[in-house]
């Protein structure tokens, strides 16, 4: 008898687990729209989201016009949410604060909006076109709930896709210089200080900026050199007014000293005034 004890209790278990997906298939199936509704409600309170999304997205259209819509509506929203599913996530949360938005719930639903796409932006290194659409969707909610109680949140998630944005900005940049397309480094670099006047990588850009000039006026033609030194110098200079403590100012002055001597070789001769 004993061996048998383990198959008993694996065939009790599949028939538990069975009868609960029949009931469940029986629900999906069933007309009777109140008692599906009622279920879905208890399906998401136990933390459900796969079933529970799948009754609500059967009972919206069934609910129309009825208050229960509103709430099935937002649940089924907030079931994709919490499937991390969240580009369907953000679609539906924003199709119900603009269908309810007087709703008690639109203000919460606007912001799972904007925490949907924040939750959908990639990481830096890849294209960045939802952490644009995310930050404006942010902006839009600080602008209409001003004083929410998920300002704080939401200031949160703006200033990190801010950062994202910037080391994507700074890593592209230093990518054209680690593969010598300097003239290109040397714009990106630019971009990059102007777009982000107080990143933490403003020192580096500017370093990196005078380097990547310097080497491209070493590797100029001759016709080139002699402006593009003297761009490295203005470079210099303003990098050591800015920073005038850089772990990297020896090699900023070796390159200030090489681009002044190269410069004075190049500068043109003076020509003598016709008497």
């Known amino acids: 008898m004993l061996s048998f004890r383990p198959t008993f209790f694996v065939l009790l278990l599949s028939t538990l687990l069975l009868g609960s997906c029949t009931g469940y298939q029986k629900l999906l199936k069933s007309s009777d729209v109140n008692k599906k509704y009622e279920a879905a409600l208890q399906y998401y309170e136990k933390g459900d989201y796969f079933k529970a999304g799948t009754l609500f997205e059967e009972l919206i259209p069934l609910l129309k016009g009825r208050p229960e819509a509103e709430k099935a509506q937002f649940y089924f929203a907030n079931t994709n949410f919490k499937q991390r599913n969240y580009t369907l996530g953000a679609y539906y949360f924003k199709t119900f604060y603009e269908t309810y938005p007087n ?55 703006s200033l990190e896709l801010q950062k994202k944005l910037e080391n994507k900005a700074f890593q592209s940049a230093r990518l054209y210089y680690d593969l010598r397309y300097y003239q290109s480094a040397v714009t990106a670099f630019t971009s990059f200080q102007q777009q982000f006047p107080s990143s933490g990588f403003n020192e580096q850009a500017a370093y990196l900026k005078l380097s990547a000039q310097y080497d491209l006026a070493r590797e100029s033609v001759p016709e080139k050199q002699r402006e593009r030194y003297l761009e490295a110098i203005a470079f210099y200079q303003s990098f050591v007014d800015t920073y005038p403590q850089s772990k990297n100012l020896k090699e900023a002055e070796r390159m200030y000293d090489t681009s002044r001597t190269e410069a004075d070789k190049l500068k043109p001769a003076e020509t003598t005034a016709a008497k």
């Open 103 to 157: 709703s008690a719930l639109a203000e919460e639903a606007m912001f799972l909006h904007s925490k949907s796409l924040f939750r959908d932006s990639p990481e830096y290194q890849l294209d960045q076109t939802n952490t644009f659409s995310a930050l404006e969707g942010i902006q839009e909610f600080l602008n209409r709930y001003p004083e929410s109680k998920f300002r704080q949140e939401t200031e949160g998630m």
